[in-house]
């Protein structure tokens, strides 16, 4: 038995039934890394609030801090905002992390103060 079913990589293809299978177990991944992204946006989200608040500084440049304090550190953008939220809600930030943030954020207020 053969169905057709309309897929991103073979639009309106013929597909047997093991065929079928294997699209849907790559709609599964699929789908699963997108959960993963929407729940890693939404903490990015949340820290770039966090450094706002915390450097009052606007959320452009607290993204950017963010993402400064990741790549200086070499932690994934997702662990440092993780970090961060963690921080806000009363735990250590690790020290690098830390000492990178103190520095970024005073970089952008001085900017702002110039």
Excluded: C
Aim: proline share 4%.
């Amino acid at each position: 038995m053969a169905f057709f079913a309309i897929s991103r990589s073979r639009p309106l293809t013929l597909l047997s039934s093991t065929d079928l299978v294997a699209e849907n177990e790559r709609l599964e991944v699929e789908r699963a890394q997108l959960e993963q992204a929407l729940r890693s946006h939404a903490i990015v989200d949340q820290a770039i609030g966090a450094v706002v608040v915390l450097g009052q500084i606007p959320p452009e440049e607290a993204w950017r801090a963010l993402r400064d304090v990741s790549q200086r550190t070499n932690i994934k953008l997702r662990t440092v905002a993780e970090h961060v939220m963690a921080f806000a809600q009363g735990t250590d930030l690790p020290e690098p992390e830390r000492i990178e943030l103190q520095r970024t954020i005073s970089r952008y207020t001085a900017w702002k103060q110039t």
